[in-house]
């Protein structure tokens, strides 16, 4: 945080607010009002996960469809499969890049934007007539995906580190329930209402309107209900001096450059990329396996997603209390048991041959899918905090990497094989928790806490929460310039004594 004169006051667009804040942390609320829609603080927290809502109801709103969509195409499951794996292919790179937008502009301007532009091609979703217009629409619709960025790191920007990670699982467990309203709203309510004064291709031709007109309504909105920080938005903080301007690549260097960052990676695409491959996959599969209707099978499927009301929430929830009691050695043994029995669920889904029983085990699966991935970012703040928003970022591109491999798997192999080989792949990831090693901190089964990350969990298990997802680090000149000249580990540890002193 820009440091203010003395003797003169600092400016700032909010003179007061109606949350409880800590000046020492940029004006960051220390509570959460959930039924307040106040600006700055709870304004921003409502738009986060609305918007991330809204653009997986744009994401996905073709996907309960696509039965209807192969019967009138006459394409094949191959061709269907490449379709989704471009839905989800669209928004690895921009997972990448959005951090640092959202460094430079706030989050905000880049979420209206991107929200906007997904829209367009939502809109265009009739004039599809083969498999490869059904891939290339399907790719720019897919950069809606890579809101969650800017939906995790608006609420870090307003809430401080002892608040930030209920704010940040509610925002990303309600935002990503979108995928589950979307299989229902779609497919068993819009989809019938529209089949009712046409055929089922003029239906599914027309339907995706709705989600659009609502996408790029919310995009234009957003930019003038809300804020990009406590103190204003970023143009007129820069302005005022209130914030300095900060490059984010020597932060993404650094990242990069740490191992854990990869293994998060590749956990990450095991439960958040689990949960993509099945808001393809659920509806299909259940139509052409138990022989229900378009509408059923939708329906069916949106269980899936309903859990993000509360398994995501959970999942970082107990991943702070372990923490309390362990440390770092509790959030990593959490992550392992959420892993190993998401592997587990998949297993015993892929072999159900009664329906009830196949909808229980989804249910079962899919909270451990979401609680894994509250899991994940309970861990990743640990890893390097000064560059936590580029790790972050990074471990969010690996859940739509996952997405492109298992869709790989699912388009190559019968479905069967293609779940039996998902299985085994989480079940791995969970053993990679053995190998991560975050400095000053315990691993899965060998090293010790330092005493400094002993006294600081202690203390956390008496506060209100402990950060369990992305906490962005504050843009302070002096620490921009040297985290940019930052070229190798050694670097990094003498500009952090140099802090520290």
């Keep these: 945080m ?19 804040v800590d000046p020492d942390q940029d004006d960051k609320a220390i509570e959460i009002k959930l039924l307040s829609f106040k600006r700055p603080h709870m304004r921003a927290f409502h738009c986060s996960w609305f918007c991330f809502f809204i653009a997986f109801f744009i994401w996905f709103a073709i996907a309960p469809l696509l039965p209807e969509v192969k019967e009138t195409l006459g394409l094949t499951k191959q061709q269907i499969w490449t379709s989704n794996i471009c839905s989800v ?14 460094d430079k502009y706030g989050a905000r301007i880049p979420m209206s934007i991107i929200l906007s532009f997904a829209s367009i091609p939502c809109a265009l979703t009739g ?21 969650f960025v800017m939906c995790q790191f608006w609420t870090s920007r307003m809430f401080t580190k002892e608040v930030v990670g209920t704010a940040n699982a509610l925002v990303g467990g309600w935002g990503n329930l979108g995928g589950g309203v979307t299989q229902i709203v ?48 970023y143009d007129e903080m820069k302005k005022n001096g209130t914030m300095a301007e900060v490059s984010a690549a020597g932060s993404f260097r650094t990242g990069a450059a740490n191992i854990n960052t990869w293994l998060l990676f590749v956990q990450y695409a095991c439960c958040f990329g689990v949960e993509l491959t099945m808001n393809n996959a659920a509806a299909s599969y259940f139509k052409s396996t138990f022989e229900l209707t378009t509408e059923v099978s939708a329906a069916i499927a949106s269980l899936f997603g309903w859990m993000n009301l509360f398994a995501r929430g959970v999942g970082g929830f107990v991943s702070d209390k372990a923490n309390a009691r362990m440390g770092m050695r509790g959030r990593l043994w959490w ?3 959420c892993l ?95 190998f991560v090693n975050i400095k000053g901190h315990a691993g899965l089964i060998s090293g010790e806490d330092s005493e400094e990350a002993i006294a600081a969990w202690k203390k956390m298990g008496g506060s209100m929460a402990a ?5 962005v680090p504050e843009p302070d000149v002096e620490t921009a310039k040297e985290v940019e000249k930052t070229t190798s580990a050694d670097q990094f540890n003498e500009f952090m004594e140099v802090v520290k002193s």
């Design 127 to 147: 004039l599809v007539n083969g498999a490869t217009s059904l891939a290339v629409l399907r790719f720019f619709i897919g950069f809606g995906g890579s809101t």
């Design 335 to 337: 992550q392992t048991i």
């Design 340 to 434: 190993v029995l998401e592997g587990c669920m998949v297993f015993i889904f892929a072999n159900t041959k009664s329906l009830g029983l196949a909808i229980f085990i989804m249910v079962i699966f899919s909270s451990f899918v979401q609680a894994a991935e509250g899991s994940s970012y309970g861990i990743v703040p640990y890893v390097n905090p000064p560059v936590t928003g580029s790790i972050a970022g990074i471990v969010g591109a690996g859940g739509n990497t996952g997405a492109v491999c298992f869709g790989l798997g699912f388009r190559q192999l019968e479905t069967k094989q293609a779940f039996l080989l998902m299985a085994s792949c989480i079940v791995a990831s969970g053993v990679l928790s053995l």
């Design 89 to 102: 292919f669209g928004t690895i790179f921009l997972r990448f890049v959005n951090g640092p937008l959202c």
């Design 467 to 471: 950060p369990t997802t992305l906490a």
């Design 2 to 20: 820009s440091e203010v004169q003395s003797g003169q006051a600092e400016m700032k667009k909010y003179q007061s607010y109606e949350l409880k």
């Design 186 to 233: 779609m497919g068993s309510v819009l989809f019938p209402l529209f089949k009712t004064g046409m055929s089922a291709e003029q239906a599914w031709r027309t339907v995706c309107i709705v989600p659009a007109v609502v996408g790029l309504a919310t995009g234009i909105t957003i930019l003038k209900i809300s804020d990009d920080a406590p103190k204003g938005n």
